[in-house]
């Protein structure tokens, strides 16, 4: 998955503005990548969750960017998310793994208070016992 913030990274990087005179050189590069490298974690392993990742990274890093380079950064910014999240429509399970290390579990908790441990599908991240939990989510979400 960090090929994803990586390449995002990438191509920043020789537009981020130089840090406040005083402050560690490399501070507005490593702020940069970390909040690449969160978005796509936050992404990989919790995407149901997740709205409009690409703004999200966008508000997160801009302020690094002077002003004439700001569309360029949305566009960067846009089109990794983009394939990123393609990746994970495609891949739901490895993209998980590849920022976790562990296989990813159904988001629904038993009745004993833990985390249900069985394979979620991914359109939803529910396992098919909890399906219903999906369903009522969808409901809450058009309610609000
Ligand atoms: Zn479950």
């Known amino acids: 998955m960090y090929q994803f913030s990586r390449a995002i990274y990438r191509e920043l990087a020789p537009r981020i503005l130089p840090p406040p005179l005083g402050a560690p050189a490399m501070r507005n590069r490593v702020a940069v990548l970390h909040a690449c490298e969160d978005a796509i974690t936050r992404l990989a392993i919790d995407r149901h969750n997740f709205a409009r990742p690409e703004r999200t990274l966008f508000c997160d ?6 002003m004439w380079a700001q569309g360029e950064v949305h566009r960067v910014v846009s089109r990794y998310v983009g394939y990123a999240q393609q ?34 599908l991914p359109r939803n991240g529910y ?18």
């Open 61 to 66: 890093i801009r302020s690094y960017f002077p």
């Open 87 to 120: 990746f994970l429509v495609e891949h739901p399970h490895e993209g998980y793994t590849a920022v976790n290390g562990a296989p990813p579990h159904c988001r629904a908790t038993t009745r004993k208070g833990t985390d249900c441990q069985r394979t979620p």
């Open 127 to 144: 396992c098919p016992s909890h399906q219903h939990l999906a369903d009522t989510e969808d409901r809450e979400l058009v309610a609000a």
